[in-house]
């Protein structure tokens, strides 16, 4: 499957973006979809994760009741709407997908975006 992660961009603390990552090439419902991201000078992260149907959802306690993962199946595509956003959630933001069971390691995820870079000023 192949991942096209949109939507990141500057914002001032506070505001909020929404993030998008569309699939192609295989059946989009069969996969669990996640979202990582990369800081400065920093490891990659789990941030959140949904499972294939979207029933079940998953976030790393930082962004808890900040962020929400959503997914279309009929559109291909997951969502990651950030809100309250503080100038440490500035990183690269990639999207990921595996097939069966939600994961929150990112070896798990055999398929992976390109990344979309969020900037949040102070």
């Known amino acids: 499957v192949q991942l096209q992660a949109s939507g990141g961009g500057l914002a001032q603390a506070g505001g909020s973006l929404r993030l998008a990552c569309a699939a192609s090439?295989?059946?989009?419902?069969?996969?669990?979809m996640a979202w990582f991201r990369q800081g400065p000078g920093k490891e990659r992260e789990f941030v959140a994760a949904?499972?294939?149907?979207?029933?079940?959802?998953y976030y790393v306690d930082s962004v808890k009741n900040r962020f929400t993962i959503s997914r279309d199946n009929a559109k291909n595509t997951v969502y990651l709407q950030m809100s309250s956003l503080k100038p440490e959630d500035t990183a690269v933001y990639y999207c990921?997908?595996?097939?069966?069971?939600?994961?929150?390691?990112?070896?798990?995820?055999?398929?992976w975006g390109q990344g979309t870079l969020v900037t949040v000023s102070s």
């Open positions: 990921a997908a595996r097939l069966g069971n939600s994961a929150t390691s990112a070896s798990s995820y055999h398929y």
């Open positions: 090439g295989r059946t989009f419902s069969n996969y669990a």
């Open positions: 949904i499972s294939w149907g979207g029933s079940s959802t």
